[in-house]
Nanobody, 124 residues
Framework: QAQLVESGGGLVQAGGSLRLSCAAS????????MAWFRQAPGKEREFVAA????????RYADSVEGRFAISRDNANNSSYLQMESLRPDDTAVYYC?????????????????WGQGTQVTVSS
């Protein structure tokens, strides 16, 4: 059974950093595009970043471009989101996702597998 488990969330002050991890089991991560989405209270789930199967191609939301970096380790069936210069409006539950299609889509409906999410709170 496919499972994605996120870790690394927490409380951080504005300007700080966090690194989120996503451990995949039951699927071969290297066969999927991996992505991160986030959802703040009262808002829709939004795309953050995605990385292709071979790690060469990445895609970012405009709001995080230059501050966040997505990566993956296919040998360990994992993906990561390094977040720098965090702002209060980055506060949300962050979700790991995987797409069998391999496409770096910004649409959450195109992703087949999802984690349960990890809370990131940025204080001002």
């Amino acid at each position: 059974q496919a499972q994605l488990v996120e870790s690394g969330g927490g409380l951080v002050q504005a300007g700080g950093s966090l690194r989120l991890s996503c451990a995949a089991s039951g699927i071969t991560a290297s066969s999927n595009a991996m992505a991160w989405f986030r959802q703040a209270p009262g808002k829709e789930r939004e795309f953050v970043a995605a990385v292709g199967r071979n790690t060469v191609f990445t895609r970012y939301a405009d709001s995080v471009e230059g501050r966040f970096a997505i990566s993956r380790d296919n040998a360990n069936n994992s993906s990561y989101l390094q977040m720098e210069s965090l702002r209060p409006d980055d506060t949300a539950v962050y979700y790991c996702a995987a797409a069998r299609s391999g496409r770096l889509s910004d649409r959450y409906r195109e992703y087949d597998y999802w984690g349960q999410g990890t809370q990131v709170t940025v204080s001002s």
